[in-house]
């Protein structure tokens, strides 16, 4: 193996070994997976860590996901990981997953499907083979890119606390505070080698977009210390929530009257005493608790969700992603995680309440609407690869690319939607148009609605916005399918 370089190692392994200690960590004797794609952050943390093995009394191993997503080169960095630790002497937990076909059969984004399959690997080593912590190489310009998203995306202050140091006490990130290029710098002069992965160059991805795009725009026109100023708004907001859960903690104790491992009830009254920014954090808490993430519950679930309670009715019930049903009896709130499809309970038990959805979608790509068991596909194309005699029909559109901007947002019908049909001119609200085309009360709520630029672009299977129709001077196409499932 390599020396380390002296001097640059002394002054990273002081920045790492003070993060650990910040944070908490480590504790002496701890028996620690580390996380190892190939790639040159979760190498550097690696080579980190043993270096640090001595310090803590580290024992480590290594944990190797091959997520079969590009054939050849995902298997070339499995070898790579493996033959690493061979010559470090160290275990090697190494597994292969389609993540494809789990995305396929789970409904997710890719993305998603990736994270999950990730983490739940991740987890099952570790508690397998009785490793007290699992780290990962993230730093801090993967933590300033992602503050940077999570404001395109208005997330409140937790989105805006970035990626967390240490997670449910397992998770540790010791390389938060370094810099990428002070972590590549840290390889090419001790001559250590990982692997490139080409797709973290492709732009058409978000992420790769802001790193390679709009980070150094930034830093070239309007804050060259951009990544430090993020990084800092990210540890104040960080700290900030930590002090907001000590706040709400005792209010969502005292509003709570029962919780079960699948449903949590609360006491309306009491929540209806609180200001509705603690309303929302109470919800939220809930929802975690019983879901396990927040993801794709949005800002406008849970005003939803209060709207229910101020204003009833009395006995009312919104359905939210992921199987999670709000209840609302009398006094009692009642917030659930079902264990069928909420499209399936309605079946069995008759009813047609209505539904609360909206999805976001960052890039061409697909969707499934859980609520109404639909499939969306978005698809970017030019003029010219148009097949021949390709025209719209109820369930596809094709929208002129240029007038459209992403993350686009499908979502169901509110009281107060517009929009201007196509070949009419002014706008006309939605409910009229549904009022003219006979569309019964109950199909309205589930119909999809898309769009751009927080306007109405598609009122899915009946009328585009003339504004973003395809005209001669047209060149770029995105054309969107509703499947129903």
């Known amino acids: 193996m390599p020396v380390l370089h002296k001097d640059l190692n002394?002054?990273?392994?002081?920045?790492?070994?003070?993060?650990?200690?910040?944070?908490?960590?480590?504790?002496?004797?701890?028996?620690?997976?580390?996380?190892?794609?190939?790639?040159?952050?979760?190498v550097a943390l690696l080579h980190m860590?043993?270096?640090?093995?001595?310090?803590?009394?580290?024992?480590l191993g290594i944990a190797h996901l091959n997520h079969d997503l590009r054939q050849n080169d995902s298997d070339k960095e499995a070898v790579f990981v493996e033959t690493l630790s061979e010559r470090l002497g160290l275990p090697c937990h190494s597994h292969k997953e389609d993540v494809l076909e789990y995305q396929i059969k789970n409904r997710l984004s890719l993305e998603e499907a990736a994270r999950h399959v990730r983490y739940t690997f991740l987890n099952s080593v570790a508690e397998a083979n009785g490793y007290h912590k699992i780290a990962l190489g993230h730093h801090s310009d993967d933590n300033a890119e992602l503050v940077l998203m999570n404001l395109f995306r208005g997330s409140g202050p937790l989105g805006l606390s970035g990626i967390p140091p240490v997670r449910d006490g397992k998770i540790i990130r010791p390389?938060?505070?370094?810099?990428?290029?002070?972590?590549?710098?840290?390889?090419n002069q001790n001559?250590?080698?990982?692997?490139?992965?080409?797709?973290?160059?492709?732009?058409?991805?978000?992420?790769?977009?802001?790193?390679?795009?709009?980070?150094?725009?930034?830093?070239?026109?309007?804050n060259p210390n951009i990544s430090d100023t993020l990084n800092r708004l990210s540890s104040i907001m960080l700290s900030e929530e930590a002090w907001i859960e000590d706040v709400i903690h005792p209010l969502f104790e005292k509003s709570v009257l029962d919780v079960k491992n699948d449903r949590i009830s609360f006491s309306v009254p009491m929540l209806d005493r609180l200001h509705t920014a603690a309303q929302r954090r109470i919800l939220r808490k809930a929802i975690l608790r019983i879901k396990g993430d927040l993801r794709r519950i949005s800002f406008v679930?849970?005003?939803?969700?209060?709207d229910l309670l101020k204003k009833g009715p009395a006995n009312g019930r919104?359905?939210?992603?992921?199987?999670?049903?709000?209840?609302?009896?009398?006094?009692?709130?009642?917030?659930?995680r079902e264990k069928s499809p909420l499209r399936n309970l309605d079946v069995e038990s008759g009813h047609s309440d209505p539904l609360v959805f909206e999805y976001k979608i960052p890039k061409p790509e697909s969707v499934f609407i859980e609520e109404i068991g639909a499939h969306m596909e978005f698809t970017e194309m030019s003029t010219e690869t148009l097949p021949d005699g390709c025209c719209a029909g109820q369930y596809t559109g094709f929208f002129d690319k240029d007038t459209l901007g992403f993350p686009m947002v499908v979502r169901n019908y509110r009281q107060g939607d517009a929009f201007r049909p196509m070949g009419m001119d002014g706008t006309q609200k939605l409910k009229k148009f549904f009022i003219d085309k006979k569309v019964p009360r109950n199909e309205?709520?589930?119909?999809?609605?898309?769009?751009?630029?927080?306007?109405i672009i598609w009122v899915v299977g009946h009328r585009a916005d003339e504004s973003v129709k395809m005209t001669p001077s047209t060149r770029n196409v995105l054309k969107v399918e509703f499947f129903l499932a």
């Open 318 to 336: 919104l359905d939210l992603p992921d199987r999670i049903r709000i209840r609302r009896n009398g006094d009692v709130l009642l917030i659930s």
């Open 49 to 59: 860590l043993r270096a640090l093995t001595e310090r803590f009394s580290l024992k």
């Open 175 to 187: 390389l938060i505070n370094l810099r990428r290029t002070e972590i590549i710098d840290f390889l």
């Open 444 to 455: 309205r709520i589930k119909c999809p609605i898309l769009l751009s630029r927080n306007k």
């Open 10 to 42: 002394k002054k990273l392994l002081r920045i790492v070994e003070e993060t650990v200690i910040a944070h908490g960590m480590l504790k002496e004797k701890d028996s620690v997976v580390v996380g190892v794609s190939g790639g040159p952050d979760s």
């Open 191 to 222: 001559r250590l080698t990982y692997v490139s992965d080409a797709s973290n160059r492709d732009t058409r991805y978000l992420r790769n977009s802001v790193r390679h795009k709009l980070i150094p725009l930034l830093k070239s026109d309007y």
């Open 301 to 306: 679930n849970i005003d939803a969700v209060i």
